[in-house]
């Protein structure tokens, strides 16, 4: 039997232009046409909008604008690496790491768009889209929902239906997917992919050999680097309550904070790197001969060993890790004006007289060089 979707589901094209009628006068929505396109006028873009009725031309017309306008306003730019080994018309699962809640998935498909490759469905936590105006906004940018806060049968059920969302659109839909390596953002800079994200995607395999299931897609590892972490001292508090083995409880309003730090945060440079296909390696570990926890776990370590290993190091990660360990190993790879710009950002950001969260924020930054030395190393 055909599992029902509807739960976690974007909409379907069909659904489209009745859900943007919904949201047209909404004033986060006018907020941000506003925003994305200054010199038009409401009457104008509402007009195109509620002609709008497919997934697709609203990503394309209304969408990618929007990020294009948010580069532009609150960035120096974004690179990108790696894209020419993708194929038009072909399906991936792209795992990256996860810095910002909005952004790594609108900028990723800005890549595939503007290389001619098919979008994604991407995955985002429900306890971002508690907001109906912000639910619907993401089922109208493909978006599917990961319910959070489950436990025993409940989160085994979720799972099994969101693997077999994916398996469908990878396999039947030839749409890519995107999901982070990990649930949530990574918060101190280690990114690494946790076993269970790789588990429950192999929940809808029906074939005796649940590993099989990664030899019929093609996964893509990315890189996601931001010169500054728009949201980074809303970070702290999470991370100080984690050095002090405390229980971190969210404000309110945190999730929401976040989002809208992340969009409109300053970030200066932005780099995607695509970390090629997994194919061969896939086989390998296929042919090991270990257990499926076992070839999970090597599956996790060479994401991580991909994705670590094609992070875009900026100035201020080698200033942090030079900050953060007292040396100057690392001097060659800034100037005078970036370490001067970054120990203003840090003083700026967090109480110099707090030691553990200098700590803290220096080794958000600095993480991401002590592990691509380590990939390096293993590669």
Known sequence: MTPNFDSIRPYYDAEANAAIRTIVNDPMLEAMMGFTFPSDTQEHWKNLML????????????????????????????????????????????????RDIILDTSLLNACLYENGLVLTTSAIGDNLIQKPFLHTLSRLNRNFA???????????????????????????????????QREGRTKDGNDATHKGVLKMLTLAENDSDAFGYFKKIKIVPVSISYEYDPTDVLKMPELLAKSRDEKYVKSENEDFLNLL??????????????????????????????????????????????????YKLWPSNYVAHDLLYKDHEYVDKYTAGEKDAFEKRLLERVDPKNQLMVQNFLSMYANPVNNQKLALSRS
Not at 61 to 77: Q, T
Not at 161 to 175: D, F, G, M, P, T
């Open 146 to 180: 990961i319910k959070r806060g489950l436990q025993g049968r409940a989160l085994l059920e979720s799972s099994q239906l969101v693997s077999a969302y994916i398996r469908k659109s990878l396999l039947q839909e030839n749409r890519s997917v995107w999901t982070a």
């Open 51 to 98: 002609h709008t009725h497919s997934l697709r031309d609203f990503q394309i017309n209304f969408i990618y604008p929007a990020v294009r306008k948010v580069l532009e306003k609150s960035s120096d730019g974004l690179s990108t690496g790696g894209f020419e080994v993708l194929e038009p018309n072909t399906a991936y699962l792209f795992i990256s790491n996860h």
């Open 261 to 310: 730090r992340g969009i409109i945060g300053t970030k200066k440079r932005i780099h995607i790197q695509v970390n090629g296909i997994l194919d061969q390696e896939i086989y390998q570990i296929a042919e090991s001969g270990q257990n499926l926890g076992e070839k999970l776990s090597s599956l996790a370590e060479l994401i991580d060993a991909k994705i670590c290993g094609g």
